[in-house]
């Protein structure tokens, strides 16, 4: 369902602004391309799964507005990735159903092929085709890894049912001369470094202490149904340019350990701090109006933010920087 549920997003992009009343005729379409790629510096084989796969590219068509078809993926698009000289650094492939359990192979999903990893500052285009559909591409410029000024946890009380809690604080300093657009995750980790099951953290549903600074707040890796759209909080420095951001809440986290004494329990918190495009931000928070908006006749239209030229979508871009901690 997860594909699935990507491709109707696309759909949605495609057909925003349009009426849909069957008594109306139904409007010209020329088929388009539709895509969602957040480019990253994170290898292939990112230990970070859930991050990672939200990120991948997907790749799929336009539909008619009163098309009654379920929209599927694409495995059939040649995708590439160029430099600002015009030279191709990456190109794209199917994930196929037997590749890798860090890529979802789900129709639709692709991987990189040539192992390239883009730097922050630099200007990428990203261009996708179709059998019989123009080309749709995109630009963006990297954007420079935020800096993570500090770190704290402290656990709160006992673990019960695997289910641990505390109290996190991350600061991080904002660059006066750029507009930034920021997402925070947060997830524990075994003593050897490696991420407990289902081990991010979320805001206790009881926190009651506020966000500091407007909305800038923790957002979920592994809320993966329809892109995150309701785990996923971006933040801009919009009213606060220049100054140190930072986060404070009471969260949990799934330990991986149902039984006390049995195995032993998260030895550290890592924080990941992605830097967003302007372009990223804007489809991020569109598609929490979308999905918000669902279902109520009354709401005003929500149409989804893209930037692809001659398609429909999103090539984003996010630059991470880590910080971890020892749990005490």
Do not use: W
């Given at each position: 369902?997860?594909?699935l549920?990507?491709a109707?997003?696309?759909?949605?992009?495609?057909?925003?602004?349009c009426?849909?009343?069957?008594?109306?005729?139904?409007?010209?379409?020329t088929p388009?391309?539709?895509?969602?790629y957040?480019?990253?510096?994170?290898?292939?084989?990112?230990?970070?799964?859930?991050?990672?796969?939200?990120?991948q590219l997907?790749?799929s068509?336009?539909?008619h507005?009163?098309?009654?078809?379920r929209?599927?993926?694409?495995?059939?698009?040649?995708?590439e990735?160029?430099?600002?000289?015009?030279?191709?650094?990456?190109r794209?492939?199917?994930?196929?159903s037997?590749?890798?359990a860090?890529y979802?192979?789900d129709?639709?999903?692709?991987?990189?092929?040539?192992g390239?990893?883009?730097?922050?500052?630099?200007?990428?285009?990203l261009?996708?085709?179709?059998?019989?559909?123009?080309?749709?591409?995109?630009?963006?410029?990297?954007?420079?890894?935020?800096?993570?000024?500090?770190?704290?946890?402290?656990?709160?009380g006992?673990?019960?049912?695997?289910?641990?809690?505390?109290r996190?604080?991350?600061?991080?300093?904002?660059?006066?001369?750029?507009?930034?657009?920021?997402?925070?995750?947060?997830r524990?980790?075994?003593?050897?470094g490696?991420?407990?099951?289902?081990?991010?953290?979320r805001?206790?549903e009881?926190?009651?202490?506020g966000i500091?600074?407007?909305?800038?707040?923790?957002?979920?890796?592994?809320?993966?149904?329809?892109?995150g759209?309701?785990?996923?909080?971006?933040?801009?420095?919009?009213?606060?340019?220049?100054?140190?951001?930072?986060?404070?809440?009471?969260?949990?986290?799934?330990?991986?350990?149902?039984?006390?004494?049995?195995?032993?329990?998260?030895?550290?918190i890592?924080?990941?701090v992605?830097?967003?495009?302007?372009?990223a931000?804007?489809?991020?928070?569109?598609?929490?109006?979308?999905y918000?908006?669902?279902?109520?006749?009354?709401?005003?239209?929500?149409?989804?933010?893209?930037?692809?030229?001659q398609?429909?979508?999103?090539f984003g871009?996010?630059?991470?920087?880590?910080?971890?901690?020892q749990?005490?």
């Amino acid at each position: 369902m997860k594909n699935l549920s990507l491709a109707l997003l696309l759909a949605a992009a495609a057909l925003a602004g349009c009426e849909s009343d069957a008594g109306l005729p139904e409007p010209p379409h020329t088929p388009r391309v539709s895509l969602f790629y957040v480019l990253t510096q994170a290898p292939q084989d990112s230990s970070y799964q859930e991050l990672f796969q939200q990120r991948q590219l997907y790749v799929s068509n336009s539909q008619h507005v009163f098309s009654t078809e379920r929209p599927q993926g694409r495995t059939d698009a040649a995708v590439e990735l160029r430099d600002a000289a015009g030279r191709v650094v990456e190109r794209y492939r199917p994930v196929g159903s037997n590749f890798s359990a860090s890529y979802r192979g789900d129709p639709g999903y692709y991987r990189p092929v040539l192992g390239f990893r883009p730097q922050p500052g630099q200007p990428y285009t990203l261009r996708a085709t179709l059998p019989g559909l123009e080309t749709a591409e995109s630009t963006l410029t990297l954007p420079a890894a935020p800096t993570i000024e500090s770190v704290s946890f402290q656990k709160r009380g006992a673990t019960v049912y695997g289910t641990a809690t505390g109290r996190l604080s991350v600061s991080v300093r904002d660059d006066a001369g750029a507009d930034n657009y920021y997402l925070v995750f947060a997830r524990a980790l075994n003593a050897q470094g490696q991420p407990t099951a289902y081990g991010d953290l979320r805001t206790d549903e009881d926190d009651d202490s506020g966000i500091s600074i407007d909305q800038f707040q923790l957002s979920s890796a592994q809320q993966q149904y329809s892109l995150g759209a309701y785990g996923i909080h971006p933040y801009a420095d919009t009213n606060h340019n220049g100054e140190r951001l930072t986060l404070n809440a009471d969260v949990r986290y799934n330990t991986g350990c149902y039984t006390p004494g049995v195995c032993p329990p998260p030895a550290f918190i890592e924080v990941t701090v992605s830097s967003l495009t302007a372009d990223a931000y804007n489809f991020y928070l569109s598609n929490r109006r979308y999905y918000d908006a669902d279902g109520n006749p009354f709401a005003e239209p929500a149409p989804l933010a893209g930037n692809m030229r001659q398609g429909y979508g999103l090539f984003g871009g996010a630059t991470n920087a880590t910080y971890r901690v020892q749990i005490p």
